[in-house]
């Protein structure tokens, strides 16, 4: 057993996984994601089980370092006022300035924005450069808004946050809701408050004021650079297999632009609303017209190609899920996938399970699918490529310079390479075999603990 609490030999683990759910009762998505982490980390704790009691490092790493929470008001198109929540959360800055996406969806609350945070310190710490974690978003619902309406709700947004923000204090960038458009007014209004051109505030940037080549498709082709490391390390090839891809929106896109480039056929992706289901290959042509120049329904797809099939979400495993496919690749939202939805995927015969999206499968769907074999490639690892290319856009604002698509996508293949290394050591060090959930914990772990360590009790 690896995240859960009852196989716990650890005094120490059992205090902090108990005050952790009781200080934080309200935070049901915040308590999933720590005990998926220290739960894994077992045997590294009972190792320094002394030190870590004595330097509350358990206790310290699970505490935001700075959670601010503000007001977000702004006019709608009928001249009414709206007021929305905005959060940022800074959660450990140890490795570098706070880094991490900003999320604008009506689900977003702070237990939400604390999961996606306290996951960013780890996926951060395994692409080996100097990013800390950190989070933010808002309530705010982009859709059915007008461009002037998003354009105001950025700015107002940016009002507040720039008070909190800098290239060497907190970066963040895009997810969920926010894309190139959004990063683009929020720059602005950055820009225009600050009286500075400080590119390395902000990533995901348009490619003509400071933008990185290849980071729009970097946490889809970093997925599948991950994935097929994943497989070829267990001696399964990539080409050939068909997948599936849940959500349709940055992750799910370039994912099934690289799956393809490398030889596997996609076959269904989705929207909240849906799948579309298409046996020759999904034609992701018509995927990007819909999603990325229309911001329209997925449903779409079946007036460019009528022989596709359409499927409505209505049951507790989303429609796509009830396809067959090899590769399963969640790149949607979080417990996309439960352990009912785990267990007809697994009953369908799939190989392998990639997380594009952030905790996409509860905790009981990672354990299922953890005893039943299949290769699941977690979150924090395989869609680090996002934040990695990120980090390289900040490098080449330094520097004041670019580099060309091919040298950025050839860094993220390296970095997701080491990535998928670093799991694979971690989880044989510690005897995990194939578990690179264990395996990805450990070794973020491992890296923060020590650097916490040397900064002192802070
Ligand atoms: P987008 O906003 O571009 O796309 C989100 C997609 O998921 C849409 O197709 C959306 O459908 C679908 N979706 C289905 N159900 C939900 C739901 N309940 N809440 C929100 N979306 C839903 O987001 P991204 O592609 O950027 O992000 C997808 C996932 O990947 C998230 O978990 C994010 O945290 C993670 N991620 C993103 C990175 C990035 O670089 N963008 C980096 C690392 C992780 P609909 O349009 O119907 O809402």
Same mark, same amino acid.
């Given at each position: 057993m690896t995240i859960c609490e009852c196989g716990i030999t650890s005094e120490y683990l059992k205090e902090v996984l108990e005050g952790i759910a009781k200080r934080n009762s309200n935070e049901p998505e915040f308590i999933q994601a720590t005990k998926e982490v220290l739960c894994s980390l077992e045997p590294v704790i009972l190792k320094h089980e002394e030190e870590y009691r004595r330097l509350a490092l358990l206790e310290r790493i699970v505490e935001p370092e700075r959670i601010i929470t503000f007001r977000v008001p702004w006019i709608d198109d009928n001249g009414n006022t709206q007021v929305n929540r905005g959060y940022r959360v800074q959660f450990n800055g140890t490795l570098g300035p706070y880094k991490g996406g900003l999320r604008l969806h009506p689900s977003v609350n702070q237990s939400i924005m604390k999961f996606l945070g306290f996951e960013q310190i780890f996926k951060n710490a395994l692409t080996c450069l100097p990013i800390g974690g950190g989070k933010g978003g808002s309530d705010f619902d982009p859709k059915g808004k007008s461009d002037m309406e998003i354009m105001k709700f950025c700015q107002s947004f940016m009002n507040e946050l720039q008070k909190h923000i800098g290239q060497d204090v907190d970066v963040p960038a895009g997810d969920i809701g926010v894309g190139a458009r959004e990063i683009g007014y929020l720059?602005? $209004?950055?820009? #225009?408050? #600050?009286? /500075?051109?400080?590119?390395?505030?902000? /990533?995901?940037?348009?490619?003509?004021?400071? @933008? %990185?080549l290849a980071r729009k498709e970097a946490t889809g082709y970093g997925l599948m650079y991950f994935m097929r490391e994943m497989l070829a390390a267990n001696k399964i090839e990539l080409r050939g297999k068909t997948?599936?891809?849940?959500?349709? @929106?940055?992750?799910?896109?370039?994912?099934?632009?690289?799956? /393809?480039?490398?030889?596997?056929?996609?076959?269904?992706?989705?929207?909240? %609303? @849906? =799948?579309?289901?298409?046996?020759? @290959?999904?034609?992701?042509?018509?995927?990007?017209?819909?999603?990325?120049?229309?911001?329209?329904?997925?449903?779409?797809?079946?007036?460019?190609?009528?022989?596709?099939?359409?499927?409505?979400?209505? %049951? %507790?495993?989303?429609?796509?899920?009830?396809?067959?496919?090899?590769?399963?690749?969640? =790149?949607?939202? $979080?417990?996309?996938?439960?352990?009912?939805?785990?267990?007809?995927?697994?009953?369908?015969?799939?190989?392998?399970?990639?997380?594009?999206?952030?905790?996409?499968c509860t905790n009981e769907a990672i354990e299922y699918f953890l005893e039943n074999k299949i290769l699941l490639a977690p979150g924090k690892a395989a869609n680090a490529g996002g934040v990695a290319t990120s980090a390289l856009?900040?490098?080449?604002?330094?520097?004041?310079?670019?580099?060309?698509?091919?040298?950025?996508?050839?860094?993220?293949?390296?970095?997701?390479?080491?990535? +998928?290394?670093?799991?694979?050591?971690?989880?044989?060090?510690?005897?995990?075999? /194939?578990?690179?959930?264990?395996?990805?914990?450990?070794?973020? +772990?491992?890296?923060?603990?020590?650097?916490?360590?040397s900064q002192g009790i802070i």
């Open positions: 720059f602005g $209004q950055y820009r #225009r408050i #600050r009286n /500075t051109f400080e590119a390395g505030v902000l /990533t995901g940037k348009g490619l003509d004021y400071g @933008g %990185s997948a599936i891809i849940s959500g349709s @929106g940055n992750v799910a896109i370039y994912a099934c632009e690289k799956a /393809t480039s490398l030889g596997a056929k996609v076959v269904a992706m989705s929207d909240s %609303s @849906g =799948c579309i289901y298409d046996e020759n @290959g999904i034609n992701l042509d018509v995927i990007k017209e819909i999603k990325e120049e229309r911001r329209a329904r997925i449903k779409e797809y079946l007036n460019v190609v009528p022989s596709a099939k359409y499927f409505e979400n209505n %049951s %507790s495993t989303p429609a796509i899920f009830n396809i067959k496919a090899d590769i399963i690749l969640p =790149c949607a939202t $979080q417990n996309d996938i439960n352990l009912e939805t785990a267990k007809k995927i697994v009953a369908n015969g799939a190989i392998a399970v990639g997380e594009g999206a952030n905790m996409p856009e900040m490098s080449q604002n330094s520097m004041r310079y670019f580099w060309t698509f091919e040298e950025v996508d050839s860094k993220l293949e390296m970095i997701m390479k080491n990535i +998928f290394k670093l799991c694979k050591q971690a989880a044989k060090e510690y005897n995990y075999g /194939t578990n690179y959930v264990a395996g990805a914990n450990i070794a973020a +772990f491992r890296k923060i603990a020590k650097a916490m360590k």
